[in-house]
Structures are given as C-alpha cells and as structure tokens.
C-alpha cells in the first residue's frame, strides 16, 4: 500500500514538475537575451525593498546576506566561486563570466573564497560610488550612471 500511495504522490506532482521545467526553460533564456541596463533595473528593483525607489547600503548588504546564507548552504560562512555560481545554466557562458568577474571583484583578500565582510565591504564601496548627490541614497538614475552603457559592476571601486 504504502508503494502505491507514493506512486500517486510522484503521478501529482509530475504535472507540477513539468510545468515547472517549461517556465525555467522560458524565462532563463529570456534572461540571458536581457539587455545590460533591463539587467541592472531588475537588479536595483530586487534590492529596492522599501519600494520608495532608492537604494540605501542597508537594503542592499540586507539582500546580498541573504543571498549568502541561500549560497551557503554547508553554513561555513564563506562561498567558493563555484557555489556563488552555481544557480547559473552552463550554457549561459557570458553569464557565468559575468559572476567570475563579480566573484573576483568581491574576493578582497584573494583566498578563493567571499565572506559576509567581504561583500559588505565591496557593497559600500560600489553603493559609495554610484551615490552621486551624496545624500546616502542610490536612485535608478544614479546607479545607470554609475553603470555606464555596459550596465555592469566588476571593478573594486577605489
């Protein structure tokens, strides 16, 4: 019996499985085919929590922990490149650069391995950066200026 009711559980869930698969296979690609700034507004949008439409250091090193505590799932309190990576489908190569290249930038001590510190250091000094009026406040057009026409971030800033 108890071969049967799991046999009926797999049976419902698979419909729920397939669907899933399909939804991946849309909307990844549809990622990837972002353009670099559609990138970044999705990026500032995720970390905006208040919905007020800036960004302070705060929402953005909240967000970013947790992320890490996500990535970190042997609890270490440090990420290799790989499992800072990881969510990311190999075929999407200019993708996984991208996180190489954001992966070293944060990697301040270069040992291979991103902490906390390490992010939040590297939060403040991007956030620092892009805050351009000085208020402590990061606006979309703050951050597309700080971004350029390449919409990315990988340098440590200075």
Same mark, same amino acid.
């Given at each position: 019996? %108890?071969?049967?009711?799991?046999? %009926?559980?797999?049976?419902?869930?698979?419909?729920? *499985? &397939?669907?899933?698969?399909? *939804?991946?296979?849309?909307?990844?690609?549809?990622?990837?085919e972002m353009s670099a700034r559609e990138r970044a507004n999705l990026w500032?949008?995720?970390? $905006?929590?208040?919905? $007020?439409?800036?960004?302070?250091?705060?929402?953005?090193?909240? /967000?970013?922990?947790?992320?890490? +505590?996500?990535? %970190?799932?042997?609890?270490?309190?440090?990420?290799?490149?790989? +499992? @800072? !990576?990881?969510? #990311?489908?190999? +075929? &999407?190569?200019?993708? #996984?650069?991208? !996180?190489?290249?954001?992966?070293?930038?944060?990697?301040?001590? %270069?040992?291979? @391995?991103?902490?906390? $510190?390490? #992010?939040?250091? /590297?939060?403040?000094?991007?956030?620092? *950066?892009? $805050?351009?009026?000085?208020?402590?406040?990061?606006? &979309?057009?703050?951050?597309?200026?700080?971004?350029?026409?390449?919409? +990315?971030? /990988?340098?440590?800033?200075?």
């Amino acid at each position: 019996m %108890d071969r049967q009711m799991k046999g %009926d559980a797999m049976r419902r869930q698979l419909p729920i *499985a &397939l669907t899933f698969a399909m *939804a991946l296979s849309v909307v990844l690609p549809a990622f990837a085919e972002m353009s670099a700034r559609e990138r970044a507004n999705l990026w500032f949008q995720q970390r $905006d929590q208040s919905g $007020d439409g800036f960004l302070t250091v705060e929402e953005v090193v909240l /967000y970013e922990f947790k992320l890490f +505590e996500r990535m %970190d799932s042997r609890g270490e309190g440090k990420l290799s490149e790989a +499992e @800072y !990576c990881i969510d #990311i489908p190999a +075929e &999407l190569t200019v993708n #996984i650069n991208r !996180c190489r290249l954001h992966f070293a930038a944060i990697d301040t001590n %270069d040992d291979d @391995y991103i902490t906390p $510190d390490e #992010i939040a250091t /590297y939060l403040r000094l991007v956030f620092q *950066a892009a $805050d351009q009026n000085g208020d402590g406040k990061v606006s &979309l057009g703050e951050w597309a200026a700080f971004l350029g026409p390449q919409g +990315e971030f /990988y340098n440590r800033p200075d």
